[in-house]
């Protein structure tokens, strides 16, 4: 598979950066359309597509992560808006739609508006909660303010990718990545910050912990997955054993019933697998991806 294409698309009032891999295969086969988590970004799927053959790919950088807008958002809404307004500009039809956390979560938004841009979609680990975290969105966040969150005062500056390769080698989630995909992560996690003069994360710590804290802002995805008429596989991590084991992010955020919920969904439960699941297991991810129901339980190693 040839390097990507780096595009600038103006969608929904932001800049967003999308990086398209085989331009050249476009209607050929489904275009492939990959969504982060958040504090990623497109090209921490590097490890996936190489295990994805000969095909149409699109990795796109959510506002406020790699080098698109980091424009206020007033919910979670508007992340899924976001991509359906760039599958619109980008006039994508009938593709597969692959969201890890809370890209899965704004894949079946962005469906719901533009269902005709997808065929069927996988939701690996989405952010997708039970009902009752909607209801009362005070038991999702042990904070009131972002600013609070254990996430704003991660460290924001490095000299360059190569310290941050450093600093974070043995620390989880980070040591159960793969090589590559850990290299991508930091590479692409940086741009030059030309007031101090060094690199800092294009995702602002503040930024992602707003992100984290507002998880409860679209109620309106319980309706949208009810109503979301595609074939939908749902792929699960180890369920967390406790609401406050969360806050670690090795475990499933996702509803263990969410499948049940959406018309026509299949479940894949995959205890073996943290959340990081495209990072740690990039080839079994693929194997999810092109061909879901012959895909088998894995162990995962860092090799």
């Given amino acids: 598979m040839n390097g990507p294409t780096l595009l600038k698309v103006s969608a929904n009032g932001l800049n967003l950066r999308v990086w398209e891999w085989n331009a050249q295969l476009r209607g050929a086969e489904p275009t492939l359309v990959l969504v982060h988590a958040t504090g990623f970004h497109g090209r921490c799927w590097d490890s996936v597509i190489p295990h994805l053959g000969q095909r149409h790919v699109l990795a796109v950088d959510q506002r406020g992560h790699g080098g698109s807008d980091a424009v206020a958002f007033a919910s979670w809404a508007d992340f899924c808006a976001d991509l359906a307004a760039l599958l619109e500009t980008l006039q994508v039809s009938q593709a597969v739609g692959v969201g890890h ?3 899965g979560h704004a894949t079946v938004g962005a469906a719901a508006v ?15 909660l039970a009902p009752d975290y909607y209801r009362y969105p005070e038991q999702t966040s042990p904070v009131t303010d972002p600013v609070d ?14 310290e941050m390769l450093e600093r974070y080698d043995d620390r989880p989630p980070f040591c159960h990545f793969t090589p590559d995909s850990f290299a991508a992560y930091c590479h692409y996690a940086l741009v030059q910050d030309q007031k101090a003069g060094d690199m800092k994360l294009a995702c602002d710590p503040l930024y992602e912990a707003t992100i984290y804290h507002t998880v409860s802002s679209n109620p309106g995805i319980l309706q949208q997955v009810s109503q979301c008429s595609l074939p939908v596989h749902v792929v699960r991590a180890i369920e967390p054993p406790s609401a406050a084991a969360l806050a670690g992010f090795r475990y499933s955020p996702t509803w263990p019933r969410l499948a049940a919920h959406f018309p026509q969904a299949q479940d894949h439960y995959h205890p073996e697998l943290s959340h990081f699941m495209p990072m740690e297991a990039p080839e079994w991810v693929a194997g999810m991806i092109l061909a879901p129901d012959r895909v088998k339980s894995r162990e995962v190693s860092r090799a």
């Fill in 101 to 103: 956390s809370m890209g």
């Fill in 114 to 128: 533009r269902p005709e841009s997808y065929q069927r979609l996988v939701l690996i680990d989405p952010v997708i």
């Fill in 149 to 162: 969150h254990p996430v704003a005062r991660r460290r924001s500056h490095f000299v360059s990718a190569e």
